[in-house]
Protein backbone atom coordinates (compact mmCIF):
# COMPACT_ATOMS: atom_id res chain seq x y z
CA UNK A 1 0.00 0.00 0.00
CA UNK A 2 1.25 3.51 -0.92
CA UNK A 3 2.48 5.37 2.35
CA UNK A 4 1.43 9.40 2.12
CA UNK A 5 2.08 12.07 4.19
CA UNK A 6 -1.34 14.02 4.73
CA UNK A 7 0.19 17.07 3.44
CA UNK A 8 0.41 15.02 0.17
CA UNK A 9 -2.51 13.04 0.71
CA UNK A 10 -4.39 16.06 0.80
CA UNK A 11 -2.95 17.67 -2.06
CA UNK A 12 -2.91 14.72 -4.32
CA UNK A 13 -7.27 14.11 -3.49
CA UNK A 14 -7.34 17.98 -3.91
CA UNK A 15 -9.01 18.22 -0.06
CA UNK A 16 -8.34 19.84 3.43
CA UNK A 17 -8.69 16.75 5.50
CA UNK A 18 -7.11 16.79 8.82
CA UNK A 19 -5.12 14.24 11.21
CA UNK A 20 -8.67 13.96 13.40
CA UNK A 21 -10.13 11.87 10.41
CA UNK A 22 -7.27 9.87 9.84
CA UNK A 23 -4.63 7.62 12.23
CA UNK A 24 -1.54 8.26 11.44
CA UNK A 25 2.10 6.49 11.83
CA UNK A 26 3.82 5.78 16.06
CA UNK A 27 7.16 6.95 13.74
CA UNK A 28 8.66 8.99 10.56
CA UNK A 29 8.49 6.55 7.73
CA UNK A 30 8.84 7.84 4.00
CA UNK A 31 6.34 9.81 2.19
CA UNK A 32 6.15 8.11 -1.14
CA UNK A 33 5.03 11.85 -2.99
CA UNK A 34 7.59 14.02 -1.41
CA UNK A 35 10.28 11.71 -0.11
CA UNK A 36 10.32 13.01 3.34
CA UNK A 37 10.62 11.07 6.61
CA UNK A 38 6.81 12.19 8.22
CA UNK A 39 4.35 10.69 10.07
CA UNK A 40 2.26 8.66 7.49
CA UNK A 41 -1.70 8.09 7.50
CA UNK A 42 -2.18 4.17 8.34
CA UNK A 43 -6.18 4.21 8.42
CA UNK A 44 -9.14 6.39 7.65
CA UNK A 45 -10.53 6.69 11.83
CA UNK A 46 -14.12 4.88 12.02
CA UNK A 47 -16.16 7.32 12.86
CA UNK A 48 -14.95 9.27 10.12
CA UNK A 49 -15.80 6.04 7.53
CA UNK A 50 -19.61 5.87 9.35
CA UNK A 51 -20.52 9.81 9.32
CA UNK A 52 -19.01 9.39 5.37
CA UNK A 53 -21.40 6.73 4.46
CA UNK A 54 -24.46 8.20 6.60
CA UNK A 55 -24.24 11.14 4.95
CA UNK A 56 -23.94 9.17 1.52
CA UNK A 57 -27.13 7.35 2.60
CA UNK A 58 -29.18 10.73 3.58
CA UNK A 59 -27.87 12.20 -0.11
CA UNK A 60 -29.57 8.75 -1.92
CA UNK A 61 -32.86 9.23 0.30
CA UNK A 62 -33.62 12.76 -0.74
CA UNK A 63 -32.67 11.84 -4.24
CA UNK A 64 -35.36 9.25 -4.15
CA UNK A 65 -37.71 11.29 -2.75
CA UNK A 66 -37.42 13.63 -5.56
CA UNK A 67 -37.90 11.16 -8.19
Given at each position: MAEFCLN???KIN??????WRYALSWD?????ECG???RVIVTERFWSRVQ???ADAIVNMQNQSKS
Amino acid sequence: MAEFCLNCWNKINETHDSKWRYALSWDKDLCEECGQYKRVIVTERFWSRVQRVLADAIVNMQNQSKS
